[in-house]
């Protein structure tokens, strides 16, 4: 079968189509064909080794997290779906491979599609998601009424952490272009400040917690605006120590990864507040509940742009301008 995969790192994220055997099903696998699969700026990470250091990965590999299709195979452990079933996935960074014509996942990770959604439309609904769903519920304990700061909320992560968060009764105040601030707004932002004009770290204080998107740059105007004991979670910037305990690394990488990320948890300890790195996690229960959550929500996940598998290079060229409102797909 056909796949693309990463040959070698570098800093173009060069990729390749290539001929590749067909994927083994474990006893508690999935084989599944391959309908559409979301392309997100960790792939591009990937792609140039960014990623190497947190998650080991050895050219040649296929790339791809997130994936809808239908099932064709079960392993003979599994109980919970059938062949010809529609399903998604994000898969777990040990088992990615969804930008190819077939991918085994582990039926854990599985949730059915969600009623009205095409495959491209879940292809774009797993990995930001759940990274929504897991900074709200895992890494951050608010309560309604509290506020939460997200940086550049029209991207596709931000189509998912606001709507989740105004349902739980937590004040969204993001920041965006102006054409971007009336569907925000209309998502459950309560606040929705021009990123061209306003300077939010002057503008913005007291706020309970800030999920960061934009990287190492922003931690410290992140930091400022939180009020003492607050919350910054950043999916974007270095990893902690904290992080590397809980990913079960050894103890020499605990210590460089501890280290890396030393000068943010210092500067935040400085202040009386919080600094924490997040790494979305395949989970297919949270997933099914997601769905529950876009139905209850009317969400319809937002595909910016449709390619081919073997114009997959155009696709991860266009996810690394970071400019794309919504999700880029893979489809048949």
């Not at 997130?66 to 059938?82: D, I, R, Y």
């Not at 990274?131 to 309560?143: G, I």
Request: net charge negative; proline share 6%.
């Amino acid at each position: 079968m056909q796949a693309i995969q990463v040959t070698h790192y570098n800093r173009q994220h060069w990729v390749a189509l290539n001929d590749v055997p067909e994927p083994t099903v474990g006893p508690t696998d999935v084989l599944i064909e391959v309908q559409a699969a979301g392309v997100n700026l960790t792939d591009v990470r990937f792609a140039t080794g960014v990623m190497a250091p947190i998650l080991p990965t050895k050219p040649p590999f296929t790339l791809g997290s997130e994936v809808a299709g239908t099932v064709l195979k079960m392993g003979a452990a599994v109980t919970t779906f059938s062949v010809g079933q529609a399903v998604y996935a994000r898969l777990p960074h040990t088992q990615m491979g969804a930008f190819a014509e077939r991918v085994a996942v582990a039926a854990n990770c599985l949730a059915p599609i969600p009623a009205g959604l095409t495959f491209e439309q879940a292809a774009a609904v797993p990995s930001a998601a759940l990274a929504a769903y897991q900074a709200l519920t895992e890494e951050l304990s608010l309560k309604a009424g509290d506020q939460l700061f997200l940086p550049r909320g029209a991207g596709g992560f931000g189509l998912f952490v606001i709507p989740f968060a105004h349902k739980l009764g937590i004040r969204v105040t993001t920041s965006a272009s102006p054409q971007h601030a009336a569907a925000l707004t209309a998502l459950g932002a309560e606040r929705v400040l021009d990123y061209h004009t306003t300077d939010f770290a002057t503008e913005l204080h007291d706020f309970d917690a800030v999920i960061d998107t934009q990287g190492r740059d922003a931690i410290p105007n992140e930091l400022k605006i939180l009020r003492h004991h607050g919350t910054l979670v950043s999916l974007a910037a270095l990893p902690d120590w904290k992080f590397a305990r809980q990913q079960g690394y050894s103890l020499p990488r605990q210590l460089i990864f501890g280290a890396a990320g030393l000068g943010f948890t210092l500067q935040a300890r400085h202040q009386h507040k919080q600094y924490r790195f997040m790494l979305v996690h395949a989970d297919g229960p949270q997933l099914c509940h997601i769905s529950d959550w876009l139905a209850d929500l009317h969400l319809t996940p937002t595909v910016a742009a449709t390619y081919s598998l073997e114009q997959t290079q155009a696709a991860l060229d266009q996810v690394a301008t970071r400019q794309t409102a919504g999700e880029v797909v893979i489809t048949r």
